[in-house]
Structures are given as C-alpha cells and as structure tokens.
C-alpha cells in the first residue's frame, strides 16, 4: 500500500510530507520510502494560528478559518506529494493536522484538538484519509501522545542493550526499548518551544529560530535561571505524560526570568538549550539507555545535539537516518505507518506508552472520491520495522 503522511509540528512552520511503500509480511512491517517533501505556511495562515495558541484568547470563527486554512494547505503538500513522490498514483492519506491545544488536568489528558479538515485533503488528492489520531487513545484513557511511538518501537526492536529514540520538535518525547520490557514514551519537556519564543521575542519578530544554534553558542548558561526553569513539576511526574505549547510559551519564560534575570539574550538561548539537554538526559537515565537515535528540527542544532552529548557520556548518539528514517521525514512517515495500521484493523497506539487502559483503533476515515474499501482486517501486528531502499532525493 501506498501511503502518505502528512504532518505539523508544535512549530507550525511548515507542513511536512513523506510517503512510503508500506506491507505486513507476517511480523515485519516492510517500508519503502520514496521520499519527502516540505511546504511552509502562508504567512498570514502561520499568524493566524501564533495568534490563535495559548496563552492567546480566541473565538470559534477563527477556530473555523483555521480548521479550513490548514486543511486547505495540507490538501495542497498532499496533492504534490502524490504527483511528485508517488509518481500519480497513492492509495491513503494519513494527516495529523495541526495541535493547536493539548488539554492537560494534574497529568490527566481531558482532550486534545488538532485542526485541519480532511475533507479538503480528500477533495484534493480522491483519496481516502485517516485523521484525528489522537482522540482515540484519548478516550481510552491515555494521554494521546506521543504517538510516534509504535513507528519508534518497531525500528528499535532489533537492537542490542536499552535503545532510545528521541525527537526534538517543539516538545522533546523519547521512546525507550528495554529488553523484557514493554516500550516506554513520554514527552520529556521543552526542545525547541522555548528556545523558538525567546528569538522571537527578543529579535521583535525579525528571526523565528536560533538558526545553527548560533546564538546559544555565543552565550552562557545560567545556573539562577536553570534551577528556576528545573522547578517546574512536570519533569518530576512519572511517565506516561504529556505537554505541549500550552505549558511551555513565551509568558511562562518571562515569569522564569521574572524571578531569575538574565540580561544578555544569548545566556537566555544557552539556558534553554542546556534546560533540553538537562532534561532528556535525567529521561534517558532514568531508564537505562545505552544508545540514542535522534529525528527533528532540533538534530539540525549543533550546539543542542553537543549539549545533549555532554550529560549522556557514554551513550551512543546518531540520527535515525542510520536507520533508513530521514530525520527530517521520521514523523510524518509514524503517522503515515499509523494510519496504515488503522485501515488494517491494527492498534496504532502503545498503552504502556500513552497509558491508554487498552491498544485502540486510531482515528476517523473520510473516503476519497471512490466508495471505501479498507483491506480486510490483518491477523497479527507486526513487532518490527524493515527499511528497504533509499528514498528518492526531493
């Protein structure tokens, strides 16, 4: 099967789109990827959701334009990504859509919202479309996140000692892979959320990342405003958990620095990088990890990825394109095995990951412009993920 995934992160930037050969052959899940594509929004459709984020107040209008904003410019990287990766011819669409909020009560999920109608994708591309992924692990009980974690699991089974993956986006989540054990994921906290606010911020608007980690290697941490940011009790509650933006936003930094000053902006960008590195690594302590396999925007930040390299001595660390999984494509190809999964009768969630009570269906099928014919339902998950091939250069 064909199949698509469509993705946005928590720095809403641009759309990502990767497409992969998908099937079952007993309990190996085969993937083929054929590449990658990515699209940023439109500036006024980025404002519009920056706008629209918490600590920001909003009405259902726009809570409606978003919905048809960013579905419209997911149906757009969906059209392209079947004409210019999949040669014309796809069989699924899996879109994540946008998480505009994640709705977190003393560690309990009550829901979760991610906009960006499907129907638009259907319209654009005739294909059918899974989406809406979270709600249903929600329902169950979990904390719908990180999701990532069945593609994360699969591609680490085969290896030695205790692997991890860990994705920096705007929100850092590891999954960990002990033998004997089920995998374990949880967002650790913030990656890149924090550090994206602070440039804004202090740039007026001008720079909207700290490109190359530029800024942070000029500067120096702060121990002050470090011990005040490590205060923060999400990082002492036990795994499964969550967060998001909602949590982690520009007010929250200036209350930090409130009570911890910090005059020179660069020293603020090196305390939030370290603030990453300090908090994957307790993560990955935690639990025992021998071996780190990195994807996200937040790999491409050098003095990150050395940050991280110093408080995990002793751990292997690399990109997951050492596993065939583009670094840049990792998530949107999870969400591109999720919604293969679904369509063939299989749980996409891991409940020893979200905390769901059980391994739920993931989603909500919009049919494309033929009637819906879902293969009969698979009779054996599959329990590891074989790369085959290169994905074709985009």
């Known amino acids: 099967m064909r199949v698509i995934g469509l993705m946005s992160g928590t720095s809403y930037d641009a759309v990502e789109a990767a497409a992969a050969d998908l ?51 997911f149906a757009d990287v969906a059209a392209r990504a079947v004409r210019e990766l999949c040669e014309g011819s796809a069989d699924l669409v899996v879109s994540h859509g946008q998480t505009m909020y994640h709705w977190v009560e003393e560690g309990v999920v009550r829901g979760t919202l991610q906009l960006g109608q499907a129907a638009w994708i259907a319209e654009a591309t005739g294909l059918p479309v899974v989406s809406d992924l979270r709600g249903r692990d929600v329902a169950a009980g979990g904390q719908g996140a990180p999701l990532v974690a069945m593609t994360d699991a699969l591609a680490l089974a085969a290896l030695p000692g205790t692997p991890a993956a860990l994705n920096l986006g705007g929100i850092a989540n590891v999954t960990v892979v002990a033998p004997g054990a089920q995998p374990l994921a949880f967002d650790t906290g913030p990656a890149n ?10 740039t007026g608007g001008a720079s909207e990342y700290d490109a190359g980690g530029r800024r942070a290697a000029a500067g120096r941490a702060d121990p002050a405003l470090l011990r005040v940011l490590l205060e923060d009790p999400y990082y002492r509650r036990p795994a499964p958990k969550s967060t998001g933006k909602e949590r982690f936003h520009l007010p929250y930094l200036l209350e930090a620095l409130d009570a911890a000053p910090v005059p020179v902006p660069d020293d603020v960008l090196a305390t939030l990088a370290r603030l990453t590195a300090v908090t994957v690594a307790d993560a990955c302590r935690a639990h025992g990890v021998t071996r780190l396999v990195v994807s996200g925007g937040g790999a491409h930040n050098p003095v990150l990825m050395g940050m991280i390299a110093e408080e995990l001595p002793g751990v292997a660390l690399g990109s997951s394109d050492s596993l065939g999984l583009p670094s840049d494509a990792k998530e949107a190809l999870a969400f591109a095995v999720l919604g293969f999964l679904t369509v063939n009768g299989l749980s996409g969630a891991i409940p020893s990951g979200t905390g769901a009570r059980r391994a739920a269906l993931l989603g909500t099928v919009t049919p494309g412009l033929e009637p819906l014919r879902l293969p009969q339902p698979a009779g054996e998950a599959p329990r590891l993920l074989r790369v085959v091939g290169r994905p074709r250069p985009s």
């Open 193 to 202: 959320a924090l550090m994206d606010a602070a440039v804004r911020h202090f």
């Open 23 to 73: 099937e079952l052959q007993g309990e190996i899940l085969v993937m083929r990827p054929l590449g990658h594509l990515s699209a940023p929004y439109p500036d006024h459709l980025r404002d519009l959701i920056a706008g629209s984020l918490p600590p920001s107040a909003t009405t259902v209008r726009t809570v409606a334009a978003l919905d048809t904003g960013i579905g419209q410019a």
